[in-house]
């Protein structure tokens, strides 16, 4: 079995145990916390209005790390930019995320090499993005521990996003790309 199976396969068989975490609230709605317990206080109308509003932004979130890939020039590419879609495919975006992350991060620092206005960045984006990616996976813990996580979790999302439109305007302004 070539490396690429094997890893698509070990994405896989983690994002079982995700799924699990993700269906947990639904399948034992009274447990105490989780997602049904969060959406609840918005109730229905505010559940949708949340839900949507965080798929839009996760969408431009999507698009500005697309941007990343695109703007870094082929050879620092460690990735395909439309290899980001997979954000959106549940469960198994949850250990993808971590692979979304790591690619930008080392497709930026690739272009660091040759792209001396990125010299000044230390870890490329990669904290805050494996931080956010990491939070989120503990935020599927159904009680306070993941209710906390979920608040970092965004915390260090936002973080990595303010990151990627910094290191996207600094690739727009340098055009070695």
């Not at 990125?118 to 209710?147: D, E, H, R």
């Not at 999302?157 to 303010?162: K, Q, T």
Request: hydrophobic share 55%; aromatic share 12%; charged share 10%.
């Amino acid at each position: 079995m070539n490396r690429e199976i094997a890893l698509i396969l070990a994405k896989i068989v983690l994002s079982v145990p995700v799924g699990i975490g993700l269906a947990y609230p639904f399948i034992q709605p009274h447990a105490s916390g989780g997602i049904i317990g969060e959406l609840k206080i918005f109730g229905p109308i505010g559940s949708v209005v949340a839900i949507v509003v965080f798929l839009l932004l996760v969408f431009f979130y999507a698009l500005d790390l697309i941007r990343s890939l695109e703007l870094v020039s082929p050879a620092s590419r460690k990735a395909k930019p439309n290899s980001v879609w997979f954000m959106f495919l549940l469960p198994y975006n949850f250990i993808e995320d971590f692979f979304i992350v790591s690619n930008v991060a080392k497709s930026l620092k690739a272009e660091a090499g040759i792209n001396p206005a990125l010299a000044t960045f230390k870890s490329y984006g990669m904290i805050s993005g494996l931080g956010w990616c990491a939070a989120q996976i503990i935020s599927l813990i159904p009680n306070q521990v993941g209710s906390v996580a979920g608040v970092v979790a965004i915390g260090f999302w936002i973080w990595h996003w303010v990151f990627i439109r910094l290191a996207n305007r600094i690739l727009m302004e340098s055009g070695t790309s």
